[in-house]
């Protein structure tokens, strides 16, 4: 019955647009451009540190360009879909025991944030200290 | 006047050069009735020339997923009832060539199935006998048994790979219930073959084909999670690597 008497169908382009799901999944494999331009800012800024004084004033100006905001808030909206969506899917991936007994989802799942909290708060500290 | 409910059914048949095409029919709209209830009374009462594939009727043989308004379903399981008014579309699942009408070719699941090798693989010789024969059985606790239940519950009813865009762009992709198959002997207390499983899924048509869009999992009939099976052979994959990188061979 594999002979050649079968119909292949074709995968249309758009396949991704038929469900909320795939919609989803596509676009959290997209945020990943965002998350690699985050880094790219993030080491432009290092640079202008390190180079002078009037190099760190021009990246802030540049920074508060109205095309870099506007790119830097779209980015920030993908960041936190990529952020949200794999912290929930963690514990799929992850199949922690202790002392036999199966962590359930929702623990892993609050341990991320609770990392993403303290990570936050240290370099609040930081900046600000 | 019983009411009633429209079924628009893909037809295609190989002798004919004519594309698939939707063809309508009316059946009853009973409480009780599925998908599959009403395909039956088609083939019975109104074209005995549908070709469909069904048999226990209860969503444990596996055999009649079909794509029901577009998302994989066991007809056996989705009632008329929750998708009236209607029409309800009903297509061969997607992802593989048709055979005929709903019917499907799986004959690329059952290639790719025993590469997965799906039985318990020993490395020591505990039970022979002195003929070589299979002599007593391997005990197992109940906590043993829990570890790989799950992923033991597989039918192999396809709506995985009818779910998963991967398989549908590149049909070499090993695919959802074949890898979480192997997670199930994987984790298997009687098993030793987790290393030569690893050696077929690590390529890059394993578990790396996929990208975790988990569709596989929401589909699944009987809550298997292969898209959890197969981010935690990612996982085993990665520490095998880094291990063999930072290790001398004797702690690996």
Redesign the interface.
Known sequence: MSGNLTLRRPISTWWWLRKRTYFVFVMRELSSIFVAWYVLFLLLLVRAIDRSEGAYADFLDWAASPVIVAVNVVAFAFIVLHAVTWFSLTPQALALRVGGRPVPGWLIIAGQYAGLAIVSVLIWWLVNR | MESTIRLSVTR?R??KSTP?GQQEYEVPLRKEWTVLDGLNHIKDEIDQTLAFRWSCRMGICGSCGMNVN?EPRLTCGAFLSDYAPGPIRVEPL??F???RDLVV?M?DFMKKLPRMKPWIIRDDDALLDGDGEIDGEYLQTP?ELDAYKQFSMCINCMLCYAAC?VY??DPDFVGPAAIALAERYDLDSRDHGARERLDVLIEHEGVWGC?????C??VCPKHV?P??AI??Y??KAAQQTVKAFLLPRGMR
């Open positions: 295609w190989p002798d698939p577009g997607a992802n060539p048709i055979a070719d004959s906590e865009p549908g762009l990208t975790f869009v988990g569709e999992t929401r999670d898209a959890g981010q935690r990612k996982l």
